[in-house]
DNA sequence: CAGACTGGTTATAAACTGGTTACAAATGGC
DNA sequence: GCCATTTGTAACCAGTTTATAACCAGTCTG
C-alpha cells in the first residue's frame, strides 16, 4: 500500500514517513505541492497526506487537482486555529483531517481506517520490478517465473525497500531505518547478514548477485534491465 | 432506513436529525447514554451516531453495550483533540467517525457509505470460499458436503475475517484487532489458541491442515484451490 | 606501506514463533 | 445455585529467525 506525504517540515516528513512504513506501508515523500502533484502522476499511491500550509503550491491546490483526475482518499494535516481552512479543504473534497500535533499511534489508526473506508481492505497487489514479484502480505517474492520463494519479515521488508527504488542505489543507513527502524553504528552487521540472506534466497549464484547488487560505499541497489 | 442519534447537544442533535430526515432517513434521537440504550433496544435502528462525550453513559460504554448484541455499524462523532478516544472507539468496534465540526454533506456521504458497507457484509448470505460455506448468523460452517459444524462467537469471527480475504495472508495482529478488538503482547496466545480449535473443528487431519494454513511470520490464510 | 574501513562469509548464541497439552476462569442456560 | 461450553493462561517443545562475533579480502587514505 502506496502512501504519498506532502509536508515542507522535513522533520515532520521524516517522522511520519518512519511512522508508516514501520507500519508495513511504502512512502512517497514530496516536499512541497509541485512535487506532491509530479510524484502522484508517476507513483499512482493509494492515500495522499498533505499539509495545507506548503510552498510551491498549497494544500488546496493539490488536494483540488488529485481531486480532477483521481477519487484517491485524501487526507489534510492541519495546525490549530486553521478551521475554516479545514472547512474548505473538506468541501475541495479532501476526506479526513489530522490536527497536529498528533502520535503515531493515531496517525497509524486515521490512516487505516481511511483505507479500509476507501474499500482497500487488504488486497494489496505485489510489488513488481524487473525480474522479481514481491508479495508484501504473504512474505513471498518470485523470480521470473519460478516458484514464490517464502521470506522472513526483515526479508520482505529489504526487499520491499530495494523494489520500490528498483535500480537506484540505497544509503545502508537508509535501509536499516527502513528495515529495523533505527540506525546505530553497531548494526551494519545485521545488513551484511540481511543481504546475504537474501542473496541466497534470490540469486542464481549467490556470489555473483545479478540482482541484489552491492553499489561500493553507497548500499546496495536492485537491477533491473 | 432508520438512524440513531445519541448527542448531548440539543443544537446539534436538531442539526443531525433535521439534515438526515431531508435525506429521506428516519431519525431516532436520544440525549444521553443511557436512553441510547434504551431506544437501541426498543427502535432496532439500522445505523447508530454516537457522540463520545455524552452524560448517562459515555460513547464507549454504549457502542460496547451495543456491540454485545449487535453488528450494527456505529459511527462516532468526536470533538478536536481527542485523538486518543477515537482510537479506542475504532478498537471497541466503532465502524467509523466523524470530527466535529462537519458539513451536513460531509455527514450524508459518510452515513451512506458505511450504510452500504454494512449492507454487503450483513448481506445474510453465506460467505463461500473454496471448500468451506461459512453462515455468520448461525455461527455454523460447511465444509465441503458435510454437516453443517457449530462455531463459537470467536471462531466465527476469525473464519469470517479469513473468508473474507482467502487466499490471502492475514497478519497475526490484524487477526486479533479483528477477533478479539485490541493487540497487545500477551495475546499471542489467544490466537494460537483459536487457530487448534478452529482446525480441530474443520481440518481432516488437524496435523496437516489443508485449508488454515500458516504462513510463517506473515500470519494464517485461507487456501483456496 | 600501515591502518581504517567496507563488504562477504562462516559459525554460534539468543530470541522469537507456532503447535501442543493441561488447566483455570468466565460465560450462559437451566 | 449447577453444569456444560467457551475463553483465557501457562508451560513446554521444536523449528525458525535474528543478533552477535570473528575472520578474511579488498579498497581507500594519509
Redesign the interface.
Known amino acids: 500500500m502506496k502512501i504519498l506525504i506532502a509536508d515542507d517540515d522535513h522533520d515532520l516528513l521524516a517522522l511520519i514517513g518512519f511512522t508508516l512504513s514501520q507500519s508495513g506501508f511504502v512512502v512517497i515523500k514530496a516536499s512541497d505541492g509541485i512535487s506532491a502533484l509530479r510524484l502522484f502522476s508517476v507513483e499512482a499511491p493509494d492515500l495522499v497526506l498533505l499539509d495545507i500550509n506548503m510552498p510551491g503550491a498549497n494544500g488546496f491546490e493539490v488536494c483540488a487537482r488529485i481531486r480532477e483526475r483521481s477519487s484517491v482518499p485524501v487526507m489534510m494535516l492541519t495546525a490549530r486555529g486553521e ?1 475554516d481552512a479545514l ?1 474548505k479543504a ?2 475541495l473534497g479532501a476526506d ?2 489530522l ?1 497536529k500535533p ?2 503515531p ?2 496517525l497509524i ?2 490512516v487505516k ?1 481511511l483505507l479500509r ?1 476507501a ?1 482497500f ?3 494489496a497487489t505485489p510489488i513488481r520490478a524487473g525480474r522479481l514479484q514481491l508479495d508484501v ?3 513471498t517474492v518470485r523470480v521470473g517465473l519460478g516458484e514464490p520463494l ?1 521470506l ?2 526483515l526479508e ?1 521488508r529489504l526487499l520491499q525497500t530495494l523494489l520500490v527504488n528498483a535500480g537506484h542505489a540505497i544509503s545502508s543507513d537508509r535501509l536499516l531505518m527502513q528495515v529495523w527502524g533505527h540506525k546505530g553504528a553497531g548494526d551494519r552487521q545485521l545488513l551484511k547478514q540481511l543481504v546475504h540472506r537474501v542473496r541466497q534466497k534470490i540469486e542464481v549464484d549467490p556470489s555473483v548477485p545479478q540482482l541484489l547488487q552491492t553499489a561500493q560505499s553507497a548500499g546496495y541497489k536492485l537491477v533491473v534491465e
Do not use: M, P
Request: zero cysteines; a negative charge.
Open positions: 478551521e472547512v473538506l468541501e479526513d483531517y490536527n498528533f502520535s499511534r493515531t489508526a486515521r481506517a473506508r474499500g481492505e487488504a488486497n502480505d504473504e512474505h517464502r522472513t519479515k520482505t
